[in-house]
């Protein structure tokens, strides 16, 4: 399956509960991954097509992480530029009033 890149805008208070919505998906598939039984015979076609499967789901995991940092290292970056513009205006808002 072939993934393409999106990109949409969602308000500031909705961004924590997405990112808790693509870390439950995380959850829900390691645990899939996690139920894999090795009390069997292991070299067998049907063994073979649970590690194509598993290999697939850990492409999605990544790339779920992925989306993740992605949305956190805006969500910093976003705050830095933030912080840096109150900062600024303060200084500006102190020189004034010292004239």
Known sequence: MSRIKIQYSIELDELEPEVKRLFNKIIEAHSHL????????????GVLEEIDAARQELAKLDALYTDIGAITQSYLTYKAQ???YHQAQRMHNESAFEE
């Open 34 to 45: 996690s139920n894999f039984n090795i009390d069997r015979e292991m070299l067998t076609v």
């Open 82 to 84: 933030e912080a840096a």
